[in-house]
């Protein structure tokens, strides 16, 4: 039997220890990682393209766990009543090649892009960013709002979307979880929100060139935590802020990003950095505090690796419903496959294809 964590484990793994700390363990298992980034096969992710959004698979090793994601992104679907990014993955025993966990990967993805931005933030953004507009009020929204004032000190919220329901939606979620000392402002435009920021979130969804913010409404010293741009010809920031002389672009993994990030605007040999040049402190994330630092985020596999052994461990030491699932068969003679075709009792053809133990 294989372990599964489904929607209803993680919400119980996350509530129990409080969404914010959750967030915060996980950026640390994240930071781990990237610190030994070269013992990491490493790939850019497969994506097969439709007119309406992505499907991607995102595998990764680091030679004794092997990991990957299924992941899609479709804008559109909203307008049907359907998330835009959805998400499964597994964690294997590279040593067997045996699934280890099997997992839902829609809500611990919203976590670990939150705990990313904020990592990343914590290595580029000035150290006294007190005020964030955070522009695209969906999904992720909320999970950035708590990443960023919980792990970067961030107490005044600057909040913009196309869509009105979607600001009230997160307006409302963020009252509920009284957040200490978070003053939530609403605003007009992308422009009225990043006016006087010290960091700026982009979250947005829509496949095409978006131009969510333009070189006017950039100020020296902020940090911009660009996370909605993440396919070809998916981008959210007009491409003359990255030429500012002032920029300093940090990415995840360059062969992806280069495909996929803002950066795909730029010529091949635009100066970027991995953050795990940063975290190794062979490079900065800020030199000075009037720099224009960029985290230009697409999520690499690594993240989900992080994630995928942390919910693992959790589910491990936890109690609660702790259920396996049988994708994997279990034979007295492993050179007899055909032994589950054979002729059973009717008790054992029926065992429950999903166990779970409290
Ligand atoms: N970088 C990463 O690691 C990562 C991880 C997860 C999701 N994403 C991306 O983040 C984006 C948001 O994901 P989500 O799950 O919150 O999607 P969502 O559809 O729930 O929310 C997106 C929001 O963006 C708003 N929006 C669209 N165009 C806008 C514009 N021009 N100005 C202001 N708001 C606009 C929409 O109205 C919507 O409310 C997606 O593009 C997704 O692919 C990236």
Redesign the pocket.
């Known amino acids: 039997m294989v372990d599964f964590t489904g929607i209803e484990r993680v919400r119980e793994l996350v509530t129990r220890k409080g969404t914010a700390a959750f967030i915060e363990e996980l950026a640390g298992e994240i930071a781990t990682d990237y610190r030994r980034w070269p013992e990491f096969d490493k790939s850019p992710r497969h994506a097969v393209h439709s007119p309406v959004g992505v499907i991607e698979l995102m595998p990764i090793s680091d030679g004794r766990l092997y990991s990957f994601k299924y ?1 899609n ?1 479709h ?1 559109k ?2 307008a049907a009543g359907l ?3 959805t998400a499964f993955g597994v964690l294997a025993d590279v040593d067997t090649g045996y699934p280890l966990l099997l997992s839902e990967l829609t809500l611990t ?2 976590l ?2 939150a705990a ?2 904020a990592l990343a933030a914590r290595w580029m953004a000035r150290r006294d960013s007190r005020v964030m507009a955070l ?7 909320e999970f950035q709002s708590i990443a960023f004032h919980h792990l970067l000190g961030i107490r005044e919220l600057r909040l ?4 009105l329901a ?1 600001t009230t939606k997160l307006e409302r979620n963020l009252a509920a979880l009284r957040l200490p000392g978070l003053d939530v402002v609403r605003c007009a435009s ?1 422009a009225e929100a990043a006016r006087g920021a010290d960091i700026v979130t982009t ?4 496949k095409c060139n ?1 131009v ?1 913010l333009t070189p006017d409404m950039i100020e020296p010293g902020m940090h911009l935590n660009a ?5 070809p010809g ?1 981008t959210e920031l007009h491409a003359d802020i990255l030429r500012r002389p002032d920029a300093r672009v940090v990415v995840e993994y360059e062969p992806q990003s280069r495909v996929e990030g803002e950066v795909q605007q730029m010529p091949a040999d635009f100066p970027v950095i991995e953050f795990a040049e940063v975290l190794a402190g062979r490079a900065a994330g800020r030199v000075h505090d009037r720099e224009v630092t960029i985290f230009d ?4 596999a690594l ?1 989900d690796f992080s994630a995928l052994r942390y919910v693992h461990r959790l589910h491990r030491e936890q109690s609660g419903s702790r259920a396996t699932i049988d994708i994997v068969p279990q034979l007295g003679n492993p050179k007899d496959l055909f032994a589950l075709l054979a002729e059973r009792p009717a008790t054992v053809r029926a065992a429950s294809h999903l166990r779970v133990s409290a």
């Open positions: 992941v992104g804008p679907n909203t998330l835009t990014v993805t919203a670990r892009t990313m931005s522009i695209g009020n969906g999904a992720q929204s913009y979307d196309v869509d979607a992308a979250v947005t969804a829509d978006a969510i996370v909605g741009g993440d396919c998916k985020s697409v999520g690499f993240e």
